[in-house]
């Protein structure tokens, strides 16, 4: 499997709704990224698992809530988002190592709409 | 602060010519750099990925170049098809952060080859 899946492949969500995106990969990748883009502009990183622990928050708004329940899976919890939150949500996963020699694998993407 | 631009930010070419995308970056000290390909409303596909002991990879009609020393990446076509188009990104994973490390990606182009 050389694949990360990434559900729903489309959200529409009220601004008092509470949402989640997952994310899961079977690569044996032990680190785990979430990006945002917007349309016409590249990925911006939003948080880095390294081992299922937190190890970079790009300084997200609290009403993104990342999880990383295990070395395959990776959540994104959505609570109070506003409009300008609705973009395209990628997920990535990469294998860990000293001289950081490994590319990214990414998801199709949660086409997320906030209404 | 670290940067990566790619020139152009748009080109369109006819069917069969061979064309170049740049990339450029301000950190000498690279890991490697990844090319990708997105879709619209898609993610990221990679294309091809170069180590930073690395001076060039090929996938078929895709030849990707580094050279750390000018902080410049290409990739070359060859043969363009109308299938080629999509937005290409250059994504390059410098040093400075904690072990999980992070790319730094270019805001990409959008090639367009016409029948």
């Known amino acids: 499997d050389t694949e990360v899946t990434q559900t729903p492949k489309h959200l529409v969500m009220g601004m008092t709704n509470k949402k989640s995106l997952k994310c899961e990969q079977h690569?044996?990748?032990?680190?785990m990224y979430w990006y945002k883009q917007k349309a016409k502009k590249p990925p911006e990183l939003m948080f880095v698992?390294?081992?299922?622990?937190?190890?970079i928050n790009e300084s997200v708004p609290s009403r993104f809530s990342p999880e990383c329940p295990n070395s395959s899976l990776l959540n994104l919890h959505l609570h109070a988002l506003q409009p300008e939150d609705s973009a395209l949500y990628l997920c990535?996963?990469?294998?860990?190592?000293?001289?950081?020699?490994?590319?990214?694998?990414f998801g199709s993407g949660t086409r997320l709409t906030v209404v | 602060k670290q940067e990566v631009t790619q020139i152009p930010a748009a080109l369109s070419v006819p069917e069969g010519e061979n064309l170049v995308l740049n990339c450029s970056f301000t950190?000498?000290?690279?890991?490697?750099l990844q090319w990708f390909r997105q879709d619209p409303g898609k993610g990221l596909t990679s294309l091809l990925l170069?180590?930073?002991?690395?001076r060039e990879q090929t996938s078929g009609r895709l030849n990707a170049s580094l050279d750390k020393s000018s902080g410049r990446s290409t990739l070359y076509i060859a043969a363009s098809q109308p299938g080629d188009s999509a937005t290409y990104l250059c994504?390059?994973?410098?040093?400075?952060?904690?072990?999980?490390?992070?790319?730094?990606f270019g805001s990409g182009t959008r090639l367009s080859i016409r029948p």
């Open positions: 994504a390059a994973r410098l040093p400075g952060y904690s072990s999980a490390s992070k790319i730094i």
């Open positions: 170069i180590q930073s002991s690395q």
């Open positions: 690569m044996g990748h032990r680190a």
């Open positions: 698992y390294s081992y299922e622990k937190l190890s």
């Open positions: 950190d000498s000290a690279i890991y490697n």
């Open positions: 990535a996963s990469s294998h860990m190592d000293r001289g950081l020699s490994y590319g990214y694998t």
